[in-house]
């Protein structure tokens, strides 16, 4: 799955380890899986658990992960993801398929979701994990998965009596027993094979936004100012700065908060406007994907500023191959780049684009309550 979305800390669940265990699978903040690591499986000698790196890292691009990470080598699949059904999913989910190999599918941190959504006034914990599971099943039926329901999972590895860790755990001991009784199964003619596969085949307050706007519109060059004093009177000279003035209180300057799917764009325009998530005219929040198009929002101190909140990146209805023209990428003046589990190649693109565009960003690492809270539980 894609990287930060808690692969590592399932690895330890599954297993009965905590993350701080000697011999539990390695967890931290920042990337940390950097090659495909097996672990014993606690009651099935002979099974292997793979912690796999993340897909979507500058490390791991997409276009190289399969290969990279010997994707064909392994039997069965955990997908998991934390916040959004991205589009590396829907790229895992077929190379499976393809494979003619199955999967389930994993939404971990759940304990974190139900905690944010708890914020909310309207709050009901079984609404919101039956939104959630709804949201994932809907998006592998969009995905071309067959016969999903049975592959969708909420977990949380660290609080494993709650959701669905006990339901992962008993589909992959079933699936762990059906994959060694297809392995004891005595051979059979390619023929006969063959007709079994046709029979079943389908910041700062303002500096940096005086700084923005100073730099968008007041274009005077103070050695053209100097010509102009020398060849007209100083009342024609004065009479044009006053107007370059007056632009600089007019100008209007364009915010894109961006970054990829689920990273806490909405959340962060709500804080730099001094809003909650849940009061009125605040950008819309939730524990699913919920920005579908550019949605622009006043600045509360410059009346001339518009914080725009822009779609995900990555997910199958925001590509990264055609992001930049579906938001209108050129039309802004500045940008925050959100990330709140990795630095992935879609930050990379996003920041490669603002500099061809000679326009300036700032990367933000959101959620940083929640990692905190999380490297607190260590000795």
Not at 168 to 183: H, K, N, P, S, T
Not at 215 to 221: A, L, R
Not at 265 to 274: E, F, I, M, Y
């Amino acid at each position: 799955g894609v990287t930060g979305a808690g692969k590592s800390s399932l690895v330890n669940a599954l297993r009965g380890l905590s993350d701080f265990h000697e011999e539990a699978a390695q967890t931290d903040v920042i990337e940390g899986t950097m090659e495909p690591m097996g672990y014993p499986h606690p009651t099935f000698p002979n099974v292997i658990i793979w912690d796999l790196p993340g897909i979507g890292t500058p490390n791991f691009k997409a276009v190289e992960y399969l290969e990279r990470v010997n994707y064909s080598q392994y039997d069965f699949f955990i997908i998991v993801a934390s916040n959004r059904f991205t589009a590396y999913d829907t790229q895992l989910s077929h190379e499976i398929q393809k494979m003619k190999k199955r999967f389930c599918y994993v939404r971990s941190k759940m304990d974190i979701a139900i905690t944010n959504e708890k914020l909310n006034p309207d709050f009901n914990e079984e609404a919101t994990l039956q939104k959630i599971r709804k949201y994932c099943l809907d998006n592998l039926v969009e995905a071309g998965i067959a016969s999903p329901l049975s592959q969708v999972y909420l977990v949380s590895s660290l609080y494993r009596e709650k959701y669905d860790f006990h339901l992962l755990q008993r589909i992959l001991e079933d699936e762990i027993e059906a994959l060694r009784r297809r392995l004891l199964r005595p051979a059979v003619p390619p023929d006969s094979e063959k007709k079994r596969d046709d029979e079943s085949a389908k910041l700062s307050k303002g500096s940096w936004i005086h700084f923005i706007i100073f730099q968008k519109i007041f274009k005077i060059d103070l050695a053209k100012l100097r010509d102009a004093l020398m060849e007209r009177n100083l009342e024609e000279v004065t009479e044009e700065i006053r107007q370059e003035l007056n632009e600089l209180q007019n100008v209007k300057l364009d915010i894109a908060i961006t970054g990829v799917s689920g990273a806490g764009k909405s959340s962060l325009v709500n804080a730099l406007r001094g809003m909650t998530d849940y009061e009125e005219g605040a950008a819309e929040v939730g524990v699913t994907q919920t920005t579908m198009e550019c949605h622009a929002y006043p600045h509360l101190l410059f009346q001339n500023v518009t914080i725009w909140d822009l779609p995900g990146i990555g997910t199958p209805e925001f590509r990264p191959k055609d992001y930049l023209e579906k938001v209108c990428f050129n039309r802004y003046d500045f940008f925050l780049i959100v990330g709140s589990e990795r630095f992935t190649e879609n930050d990379v693109l996003l920041a490669h684009e603002i500099k061809k565009m000679k326009k300036k960003f700032y990367f933000v690492r959101s959620k940083m309550d929640d990692s905190i809270a999380a490297e607190s539980r260590k000795p």
